[in-house]
């Protein structure tokens, strides 16, 4: 299998490198620790075309697939984080369930501003007792007349309350199914919708840089006819988009491996000690090739798993397999980073520090390391 990119690809992959060295770099340090969305980042990215990567061009799409939004990622993540997943979840959680899923009418009222980098929208799966069990959904709809009557509550939702937020799609309990089980469906939920109301933003660890809140539903009317897919089958839908998703979180924990190799080569060069710089010293080139063979392996694993989705092939043990590994390769060399800065990795204005502060979430959101582990065994026939 030959996984050299092709002269688009790359083209691709070195505009956006370049564009997050030029003019990520510079500024994201301050926005990072202000806790303020980078609007104008994701402003140029959609002129650039990299929210509409993986869409037709018929809703103003860029007519490429999924591993063009996978390198761009890495890319990103290779610089910053909060940009990436800013940029992961508004293409993959937010206008990627209306493209697959949604009528021709969806598709065309809400993807154009999506896919352009105009507006973003959110993904409301997970809820405050739900976790990783997304079949244990609480928030309820029901049929009033030609509405959704909405009640209920989301968590941890990226993208969910910026200005440019047009949206967010929810998954409740719509009935039963014919064995007792919950019916479980999606809906369009416009921002501005009374009932609909956005929490503050959460104080996190890292991505601070990226919008993420927590939603209620108080008696939130929509009609009849923003119901994404056929009713019953949001479960089932998501499963689908989060099996994308973590070839996407793979290739956005890859660049941040990547990153952490990048600086720490850097810093390795101009540090001194003990007469030397400290590139000299076994250790720390040891500590270095560990890391590049992890970052290395993540994107053989994510370019792996993307080949497969590519070619309509079964991909759901690769995806598993590549946001596990390269979600804790990214926590390791994150890890090892920080170590090779000493006590500058410390020191929050130093690029490996918000690199320590992101990876941890990598093995959590879109599913955690022992929900990767229990799906790959799955796969294999184990349980």
């Not at 409301?124 to 976790?131: I, S």
């Not at 019953?232 to 793979?250: H, K, P, S």
Request: aromatic fraction near 10%.
């Amino acid at each position: 299998m030959d996984f050299r990119l092709s002269a688009d690809e790359d083209a691709l992959r070195e505009a956006v490198a370049k564009f997050a060295r030029e003019r990520i770099a510079p500024v994201i340090g301050e926005l990072y620790e202000r806790g303020e969305f980078p609007y104008e980042i994701v402003a140029e990215l959609g002129r650039m075309g990299v929210f509409g990567a993986p869409f037709d061009e018929r809703y103003g799409g860029a007519g490429g697939d999924y591993f063009l939004l996978c390198l761009a990622l890495e890319e990103l993540a290779r610089v910053d984080s909060s940009v990436a997943i800013t940029v992961e979840a508004a293409v993959s959680l937010g206008a990627m369930p209306i493209y697959r899923f949604g009528t021709e009418e969806q598709k065309r009222r809400w993807l154009p501003r999506l896919l352009a980098g105009e507006a973003l929208a959110g993904f409301g799966l997970t809820e405050p007792g739900g976790g990783s069990d997304a079949s244990a959904t609480q928030t309820k709809a029901t049929v009033d007349g030609d509405e959704w009557v909405i009640n209920g509550s989301k968590c941890f939702i990226t993208n969910a309350g910026t200005d440019i937020t047009d949206l967010v799609t929810v998954t409740a309990v719509t009935g039963s199914t014919a064995d007792g089980r919950p019916e479980i469906s999606s809906i369009i939920v416009p921002r501005d919708t009374p009932g609909f109301t956005v929490a503050p933003k959460y104080s996190k660890v890292g991505w601070s840089a990226s919008d993420t809140r927590e939603l209620y539903f108080d008696d939130c009317r929509v009609p009849v006819g923003n119901l994404l897919g056929e009713r019953g089958r949001g479960y089932a839908q998501f499963l689908r988009i989060l099996d994308e998703g973590r070839i996407a979180i793979a290739a956005l924990a890859t660049g941040l491996s990547q990153g952490c190799v990048d600086e720490s080569v850097r810093y390795a060069a101009e540090r001194h000690a003990f007469g030397h710089n400290i590139g000299n010293y076994q250790a720390i080139q040891f500590m270095i090739a560990d890391m590049e063979v992890r970052a290395h392996t993540s994107r053989l694993a994510y370019y792996d798993a993307a080949a497969r989705m590519r070619a309509e092939e079964p991909f759901k043990r690769h995806a598993s397999i590549a946001k596990l590994y390269a979600s804790e390769a990214a926590v390791d060399n994150a890890r090892a980073a920080t170590q090779v800065f000493g006590g500058y990795g410390f020191m929050n204005e130093t690029p490996v520090a918000r690199m320590w502060r992101d990876s941890k979430i990598l093995e959590i959101g879109e599913g955690t390391s022992e929900i990767q582990r229990m799906l790959i065994a799955r796969d294999l026939g184990v349980a």
